[in-house]
Each structure stands twice: as C-alpha cells, then as structure tokens.
C-alpha cells in the first residue's frame, strides 16, 4: 500500500519559518514529481510547488520564500518555508505525480497524496 505521510506542520507568527517533511512508503518515486499544495479555509487545494526533471517550480505567492527539496534515497521531501504570512495558514499536502510531469502544477493529476499537515501563521 502506498502511503505519504506528512510532518513539521504547526503554528508560528509571521516572519517565521517551519519546514515541513513527506515520506513515501509503499514504492518508491525517484526520478518522479513530487510536489506540495496547500488548501487554505474555504478555498480550493493549489499548487505551491513542484519537483520534476531536476528542476523546481514555484507559486508566484511563495517564490523567493519556499524551498522544496527532495532525498530519494529516503523516499522524502521537504518544503522549507521562510518569512511566513498570515495568508500562507492552511493545511499543506504532498503529492506523488506519476505520468507525464508537463502539467505538475494541477492536483487534479496527481496519483498520491498525503493526508495533510496544518500550517497556522499568525500575525
């Protein structure tokens, strides 16, 4: 059975920073997309970021704050947030993409998902 399993979520003022980790278990996904969304009060799942093909991609509302990496060796990945705002409360999910990468930024495709970690930022 395959399985992520987020953690690190938590509540912290803004400014702040919280990292976050997801481990697979069940396959492994090294050389696949991994990516985080988040899902904030009332709003639709979306996309924060993605690892694919060597390469990482942002949500224009985290760029220059949000890191993701990965160790496939582990079967993890992590997302390390900096300078939290208020607006970055809401529960953070990994995901396991598994086809074709080029549309990494839709939920909606991907086959995997954790069961999420809440992120409360306070100002």
């Known amino acids: 059975q395959v399985q992520l399993v987020e953690s690190g979520g938590g509540s912290v003022q803004a400014g702040g920073s919280l990292t976050l980790s997801c481990v697979a278990s069940?396959?492994?996904?090294?050389?696949?997309?991994l990516g985080w969304f988040r899902q904030p009060p009332g709003k639709e799942r979306e996309f924060v970021t993605a690892?694919?093909?060597?390469?990482?991609y942002y949500a224009d509302s985290v760029k220059g704050r949000f890191a993701i990496s990965r160790d496939d060796a582990r079967d993890t990945v992590y997302l390390q947030m900096n300078s939290l705002r208020p607006e970055d409360t809401a529960v953070y999910y990994c995901?396991?993409?598994?086809?074709?990468?080029?549309?990494?930024?839709?939920?909606?495709?991907?086959?995997?998902w954790g069961q999420g970690t809440q992120v409360t930022v306070s100002s």
């Open positions: 995901g396991a993409l598994t086809g074709d990468p080029t549309w990494y930024n839709l939920p909606a495709l991907y086959d995997y």
């Open positions: 069940g396959r492994t996904f090294s050389g696949e997309t």
């Open positions: 690892n694919t093909r060597g390469r990482s």
